[in-house]
Nanobody, 116 residues
Framework: QVRLVESGGGLVQAGGSLRLSCAASGITIRGKQMAWYRQAPGNQREWVAEIISGSTSNYVDSVKGRFTISRDIAQNTVSLQMNSLKPEDTAVYFC??????????WGQGTQVTVSS
């Protein structure tokens, strides 16, 4: 059974940093496009960042230069380093397959709250 478990969220002041982690089980992330998504209250889930290969990644404009996606094949994890956080980054963050590939089962996500 494929399972994605996100962790690392929390409450942080604007300008702070958090590092999210996503542990995958039942599937290997090797060779797969993986991504982070987020859903703020009252909004639809949106794509935030994706990693296509070891050196190719894409970001939504609002997080470019602040967020960095990475993955650890040995640990079968995907991470999202978030710096210079803003209140508008507040959301529940999820990891899953990349934008253009079929989605895996969604995890519960991890809450990120940025105070002003």
């Amino acid at each position: 059974q494929v399972r994605l478990v996100e962790s690392g969220g929390g409450l942080v002041q604007a300008g702070g940093s958090l590092r999210l982690s996503c542990a995958a089980s039942g599937i290997t992330i090797r060779g797969k496009q993986m991504a982070w998504y987020r859903q703020a209250p009252g909004n639809q889930r949106e794509w935030v960042a994706e990693i296509i290969s070891g050196s190719t990644s894409n970001y939504v404009d609002s997080v470019k230069g602040r967020f960095t996606i990475s993955r650890d094949i040995a640990q079968n994890t995907v991470s999202l380093q978030m710096n210079s956080l803003k209140p508008e980054d507040t959301a529940v963050y999820f990891c899953n397959s990349g934008r253009s590939v079929p989605k895996l089962n969604w995890g519960q996500g991890t809450q990120v709250t940025v105070s002003s």
